[in-house]
């Protein structure tokens, strides 16, 4: 297996403009997760889909996020509009819930810089 | 809700000098542990894991952890560390039964050749 894809690996934009991030998780795995990553607040879960149904978007810093997973093999994490401040790494996970340790594997992450 | 601390957010070694670095949870029930690697500009990667049995895991790459319940710390160890051993190091815990993760904030070790 190809491991968690992401795309791009790196973003540059502009303050106001729109982005998406992209995420193909592991065969099987009907669990998938979105890590947000900086240096002040380390990593941060922002929401996370099981069996393509959002069960916790807590982590969502607000409504200029959203995420969706349309399919067993896809999802989308969305800034609009993007402002300096979002600027960070973005990792998604999946896993095969209900294992008795809950591993979860990691995509290589999106480095986003909004100008 | 759970959380997880690690105390050293840096640390600076030599090489062939041992490694400890320290977690500590707060959770009271049943927990799954972890050490996640991120060697720079890479994704992380499990270094080990404990669900139950030896509370003495090994990892990969001569990583060992010990889950001590009454302390409720999950200590990573390496008796002699490497320069390739130079990356981010993070614990992380999830109540059993439960899918998500929390990470502690990381340790950044710096080995010098």
């Known amino acids: 297996d190809a491991g968690v894809i992401q795309s791009p690996r790196h973003e540059v934009t502009e303050m106001g403009q729109e982005v998406t991030l992209r995420c193909k998780p592991i065969?099987?795995?009907?669990?998938l997760f979105w890590y947000r990553q900086t240096m002040m607040r380390g990593l941060e879960l922002l929401i996370y889909?099981?069996?393509?149904?959002?069960?916790?978007d807590s982590g969502m810093p607000e409504d200029r996020f959203s995420a969706k997973m349309p399919n067993a093999s896809f999802s989308t994490l969305k800034i609009q509009p993007s402002e300096p401040r979002d600027s960070a790494v973005y990792f998604c996970?999946?896993?095969?819930?209900?294992?008795?340790?809950?591993?979860?594997?990691f995509g290589p992450g999106t480095r986003l810089t909004v100008l | 809700a759970q959380s997880v601390s690690q105390h050293n957010h840096h640390v600076i070694l030599s090489e062939a000098a041992s490694l400890e670095l320290g977690c500590n949870y707060s959770?009271?029930?049943?927990?799954?542990l972890f050490w996640y690697v991120q060697y720079p500009g890479q994704h992380l990667q499990l270094l080990l894991k404990?669900?139950?049995?030896?509370?003495l895991v090994k990892g990969i790459k001569g990583f060992e952890a010990e889950f001590i319940k009454s302390k409720f710390s999950f200590n990573l160890r390496k008796p002699s560390v490497q320069w390739s051993d130079t990356a981010e190091y993070f614990c992380a815990v999830n109540p059993s039964g439960y899918s998500t993760l929390t990470f502690g904030k990381g340790t950044m070790l710096l080995v010098s050749p």
């Open positions: 065969s099987g795995h009907n669990s």
């Open positions: 404990y669900f139950s049995g030896d509370p």
């Open positions: 889909f099981n069996n393509n149904v959002p069960i916790d």
């Open positions: 996970a999946s896993h095969i819930p209900g294992q008795a340790y809950n591993e979860q594997f």
């Open positions: 959770y009271g029930g049943t927990v799954n």
